[in-house]
């Protein structure tokens, strides 16, 4: 079992950048694969971004590719999302995800958090 919050969702400007970590709970943490969504105003929830338990694979889609960053630290059982050149259009509610692996995880997470929400100002 595996719970997840988030947090560093705020409002920033066009161009800005935003980092949102999830914290995680559970002994098995390290062996999950960890990623996040997205679900903007009246939009389906969506793939964003998704790392191996071992930290050597992350996939992300081509709306994000070199803007986003995933990243872990198992130790202290943390999942970092550094988002740069923000977009109007990156505006939603950013939900963590775990899963058995980093195809499950990017398709249909075994866990999910309450989500934060970013606002990208014009």
């Known amino acids: 079992q595996v719970q997840l919050v988030e947090s560093g969702g705020g409002l920033v400007q066009a161009g800005g950048s935003l980092r949102l970590s999830c914290a995680a709970s559970?002994?098995?943490?390290?062996?999950?694969?960890m990623g996040w969504f997205r679900q903007g105003p009246g939009k389906e929830r969506e793939f964003v971004a998704a790392i191996s338990w071992s930290d050597d694979t992350t996939l992300y889609p081509d709306s994000v590719k070199g803007r986003f960053t995933i990243s872990r630290d198992n130790a202290k059982k943390m999942v970092y999302l550094q988002m740069n050149s923000l977009k109007p259009e990156d505006t939603a509610v950013y939900y963590c995800a775990a899963g058995a692996n980093i195809i499950v995880v990017s398709a249909l997470p075994d866990y999910w958090g309450q989500g934060t929400p970013v606002t990208v100002s014009s």
């Open positions: 559970g002994r098995t943490f390290g062996s999950y694969a």
